[in-house]
């Protein structure tokens, strides 16, 4: 976090003529948050492994993620956190779901989070941490993404060809550009500047940012069960953005979670307690 606030200091000193590198950093560096004495214990009473993802974007070399699980059930649940976060944001979930008989229930910090160490992160680099579980690990039967985490399996299971039983997207973002806008103006950055961003991001990368726009890119089965759980007057993941993506794809299911914002949504009683009867609801294996 300290680093955060001293790139924000910096950018709000060079308004006029912001640095080109320190808009990247801004974005593609991730605020980090220690835990907490009750997720340390949770994270203690894990078993923890790790396993590499190639990072092509930012070091064209393997960082290293850990994982965390619990319980050894036949039934695989995999949780992606989201932008600054970390497994254990998942805390009050986590102590739920390990209600459920014959779940192993599955964590991670994404690259650039929590303790995996790297210095920037990125969307596909979370969606390459979901497709590493899967192919080194365990095939989820469940994925729980919130926020940029609900866009990463989006990604990772078209890429994957997989349809799991069920996918739960709990505030996801919908447009990485316009989330990326937003963040920029918080620190006052103009537009003309914001461009010189985006051109550069769609040279790095290399395609536009306005390519990761879920509803353009969401291919997955209508057969899928997918549960989206959202607050309507979340700022971070708008309900326009939201709207024209469900009304685009009428097969996913939805249910409004009023007042409860962005984040404390993870620690919503009602949004635990409906994730864990649509889990507990599903075919035993």
Not at 49 to 58: A, C, G, H, K, N
Not at 150 to 173: D, E, F, K
Request: aromatic fraction near 12%.
């Amino acid at each position: 976090m300290k680093r955060l606030k001293q790139i924000v200091n910096q950018l709000k000193l060079t308004q006029a003529t912001p640095d080109a590198a320190l808009m990247r950093e801004f974005i593609f560096y991730s605020p980090k948050m220690p835990l907490r004495l009750h997720q340390e214990q949770l994270i203690a009473a894990s078993k923890q492994f790790s396993l590499p993802v190639f990072d092509t974007y930012f070091t064209n070399s393997n960082v290293t993620i850990n994982y965390f699980s619990w319980g050894n059930g036949k039934r695989k649940v995999l949780l992606t956190h989201g932008w600054a976060s970390k497994a254990l944001d998942f805390y009050e979930l986590i102590i739920e779901l390990q209600k459920i008989e014959d779940l192993e229930i599955i964590a991670f910090d994404a690259p650039g989070n929590g303790s995996s160490i790297s210095e920037f992160s990125n969307l596909m680099l979370y969606a390459d941490s979901v497709k590493s579980i899967v192919l080194n690990y365990a095939q989820p039967d469940v994925l729980i993404g919130h926020s940029l985490g609900g866009m990463a399996n989006v990604i990772a299971l078209q890429a994957l060809g997989l349809n799991p039983h069920l996918l739960i997207s709990i505030a996801p973002l919908i447009r990485l550009k316009e989330n990326f806008e937003q963040s920029l103006d918080s620190v006052n950055i103009g537009v003309k500047d914001q461009d010189v961003f985006f051109s550069n991001f769609a040279r790095e990368f290399p395609v536009p940012a306005d390519h990761f726009n879920l509803t353009e890119l969401y291919q997955l089965s209508p057969d899928l069960d997918h549960f989206l759980a959202y607050d309507p007057a979340d700022h971070i993941s708008p309900y326009p953005f939201l709207k024209e993506f469900l009304d685009k794809y009428p097969t996913i299911s939805s249910k409004p979670f009023e007042e409860v914002g962005h984040y404390k949504i993870l620690r919503s009683v009602d949004v635990i307690e409906d994730i864990v009867k649509r889990i507990s609801s599903l075919p035993v294996p």
